[in-house]
C-alpha cells in the first residue's frame, strides 16, 4: 500500500481558479491503478475556513455524488477560504456498486483509522489524515440504501456549540440529534471537536435531481455561513429537531403497499401501510406507533418478514399541534 499513499495538497492548486484533477488511491490487488476526483476552489491564500464535503463513503449511494458533481460544475464564486470536494470516496464500492470496501468492510465504521489495520482501517486512516489537515467543518452526504427512499434530513451532533451554530442557517429542516460511537467519519470528526454535518437523502443507486436540489442548497447555506458566497440565499428556516429515529419493520412478508407520505407528520395509530398475501388477500396493516415523521420509506414491493419499511423520527409531545399543520416542506417539484 506504501507505494499508493495520495496526498491532497491544496498549495498545489491555484487560488481563484476551481479545478478537478485526479489524485491517486490504494490500487486494485497491487497491479490496477485507481484514480479518484478532487476538487478544490482556494478562494484566497489563507486556507481556512476550509468546508470538506464527502460523498459516496458508501459506495452504492451515488446521490451524493452527483449532489458534488453539480458543486464541481456550477459557476459561483467563493470570496474567501477553500472548498474541496471528494466525490467518490469509497471508490472501490462505486464501481461495484456496492456500500462496502473491496475487503467487506463498511468505511464509515473505520475512522479515524489506524495505517497497521486492515485494509478498510488503513484507507480510513489515509482520507481521514487528508481531510483533516485543511478541513474546518465537514459535510458527508449520504442516502438510503437501494430500496430506501430518504427524505432529505441532517444527522448531527447539536452538544457541539459549532454544530449548534451552522444548524440555525442551514438549508434543511429536519434535524435529526445523535452522538453516536460508531467509527463513523462524524464521529471521528467530533472528536476533534470540528462539526461534521452528515446529509441523508434519497436512495442507493439512484440519482435524483430534487435530492440533488437539496443537497447542493445545503452545501451552499454552510459556505454563507462562514461568509464564503454572497448568495443572499433563502436557507434559513424553522428546524425540527428529532432526539430518536426508529425502524418500523414489518411483521410478515409480502406484498407492501405503502399509505404514506414521505415528510408528512403521523399520529399514533394512523395507518402508514398495509403488507397483502400473493393471493391479494389483506396480510396485516402497518401502523404508527407514536406520533412522529416518516424520514425514510422502503420503496420495494416484495417484502420478507422483518424487512425496514419506514424510519420514523419520534417527535416531543408538546410539539406535534404546532407543527401538524405546515410539516410537509419535502417537495418534490423542481
Ligand atoms: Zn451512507
Same mark, same amino acid.
Given at each position: ?76 464564486? $467563493? &470570496?474567501?477560504?477553500?472548498? #474541496? =470536494? ?11 456498486? *456496492? %456500500? ?59 452538544? $457541539? &456549540?459549532?454544530?449548534?451554530? #451552522? =444548524? ?11 452522538? *453516536? %460511537? ?65 425502524? #418500523? ?86
Amino acid at each position: 500500500m506504501n507505494k499508493d499513499i495520495y496526498e491532497i495538497n491544496v498549495n498545489d492548486f491555484e487560488v481563484g481558479k476551481p479545478k478537478t484533477e485526479y489524485v491517486i488511491f490504494p490500487s486494485f490487488y497491487g497491479m490496477q491503478r485507481v484514480r479518484a476526483p478532487l476538487y478544490v476552489y482556494r478562494a484566497t491564500k489563507e486556507i481556512s475556513p476550509c468546508v470538506v464535503v464527502t460523498a459516496c463513503i458508501h459506495g452504492d449511494e451515488i446521490n451524493g455524488m452527483r449532489i458534488a458533481q453539480a458543486l464541481m460544475t456550477e459557476k459561483f464564486k $467563493l &470570496s474567501q477560504g477553500t472548498l #474541496i =470536494i471528494l466525490p467518490m470516496v469509497n471508490i472501490y464500492g462505486f464501481f461495484n456498486k *456496492l %456500500r462496502y470496501l473491496p475487503d467487506r468492510k463498511d468505511l464509515n465504521r473505520c475512522f479515524p483509522g489506524n495505517m497497521k489495520g486492515s485494509f478498510g482501517s488503513r484507507f480510513a486512516h489515509f482520507i481521514f489524515q487528508n481531510i483533516t489537515k485543511y478541513g474546518d467543518v465537514f459535510i458527508d452526504l449520504h442516502s438510503g440504501g437501494p430500496g430506501r427512499f430518504n427524505i432529505p434530513q441532517i444527522r448531527c451532533d447539536l452538544e $457541539l &456549540s459549532e454544530v449548534n451554530s #451552522i =444548524i440555525e442557517d442551514i438549508s434543511i429542516p429536519l434535524v435529526a440529534n445523535s452522538t *453516536l %460511537r460508531d467509527g463513523s467519519l462524524r464521529e471521528a470528526i467530533n472528536d476533534l471537536k470540528k462539526p461534521c454535518i452528515v446529509f441523508e437523502g434519497g436512495e442507493g443507486l439512484r440519482v435524483d435531481p430534487v435530492i440533488t436540489k437539496y443537497g447542493v442548497n445545503l452545501v451552499k447555506s454552510i459556505l454563507a455561513h462562514y461568509d464564503m458566497i454572497s448568495e443572499a440565499a433563502e436557507f434559513n428556516e424553522d428546524k425540527f429537531i428529532i432526539h430518536k429515529t426508529k425502524w #418500523i419493520r414489518a411483521k410478515q412478508g409480502g406484498i407492501f403497499l405503502s399509505k404514506s407520505q414521505y415528510g408528512k407528520v403521523v399520529r399514533k395509530g394512523e395507518v402508514l401501510g398495509e403488507i397483502r398475501h400473493m393471493t391479494g388477500e389483506l396480510a396485516t396493516t402497518i401502523k404508527m406507533e407514536k406520533d412522529g415523521v416518516i424520514l425514510g420509506m422502503c420503496s420495494t414491493a416484495l417484502i420478507m418478514s422483518g424487512d425496514a419499511l419506514f424510519n420514523v423520527g419520534i417527535l416531543g409531545d408538546t410539539s406535534i399541534d404546532d407543527e401538524e399543520e405546515f410539516f410537509d416542506y419535502f417537495d418534490f417539484e423542481m
